[in-house]
């Protein structure tokens, strides 16, 4: 069966520090990967995706980016966080059908 | 316009009532829709998944999708306190080589003793 990994579990970070989120996924192979943000009321966004090593696709300007260095291992980084940067990571992988599974989540709190 | 409305909630009922939720959409070219469930700190776990119009049925849940009305709905049947959570629908327009979901905001459920 499938399981999505994401870590850490919690993060605390100042304010202009760097970020790298990791989500791996075993036992499947070339998933879509996938990471939203979810802030309290507003649902998920989604951030970046992608179909294949090296691919990304980027759905919302912001200061982070995504990598996909292997075909089940998925970061999100960012060079300088900001306080608006604080939220619930999720990543997400999905198979040739349209439903997506969640990961645990990345806590991120940026102060 | 959000193109997916869902009511926050929080909605209580006490235990074994049966839980009517639902999503309205504004985008007729929705074609699949999810519901998910997210217990406090945790991702989301999906629940039902369904494809254009029609019932689905899995255990005490059942999946309603009204194309036509743009509304769907997720019944859960003899509630338990342990169904106490967040429920998102989502839905997608197309099998492009990557789905990509539009979610609504959620809607929180309390089940009491």
């Known amino acids: 069966s499938q399981t999505i990994h994401q870590w850490p579990a919690t993060l605390v970070q100042p304010v202009g520090s760097p970020l790298s989120l990791e989500c791996t996924v075993e036992?499947?192979?070339?998933?879509?990967l996938y990471w939203y943000r979810q802030a309290a009321g507003r649902g998920l966004q989604l951030l970046f995706y992608?179909?294949?090593?090296?691919?990304i696709s980027s759905e919302v300007p912001q200061n982070l980016s995504a990598s996909r260095p292997q075909d089940r291992q998925f970061i999100l980084s960012s060079k300088k966080l900001l306080l608006s940067d604080s939220g619930f990571y999720l990543c997400?992988?999905?198979?040739?059908?349209?439903?997506?599974?969640f990961g645990p989540g990345t806590r991120l709190l940026v102060l | 316009q959000k193109e997916v409305e869902q009511d926050p909630g929080p909605l209580s009922v006490p235990e074994g009532a049966i839980v009517s939720l639902n999503c309205t959409y504004s985008?007729?070219?929705?074609?699949?829709f999810m519901w998910y469930r997210q217990y406090s700190r945790k991702g989301p776990e999906l629940l039902m998944y369904?494809?254009?119009?029609g019932n689905k049925e899995d255990g005490r849940f059942t999946a309603q999708v009204d194309k036509s009305s743009k509304y769907i709905s997720l019944f859960i049947r003899d509630s338990q306190p342990s169904d106490s959570a967040t429920y998102l629908c989502?839905?997608?327009?197309?099998?492009?080589?990557?789905?990509?979901?539009?979610f609504g905001t959620g809607t929180r459920l309390q089940v009491t003793l």
């Open positions: 036992g499947t192979s070339n998933p879509n």
């Open positions: 989502a839905m997608s327009k197309d099998t492009g080589t990557a789905s990509k979901l539009t």
């Open positions: 369904t494809y254009s119009s």
């Open positions: 992608s179909v294949g090593i090296g691919q």
């Open positions: 985008n007729s070219a929705f074609q699949y």
């Open positions: 997400a992988w999905s198979p040739e059908t349209e439903t997506q599974y």
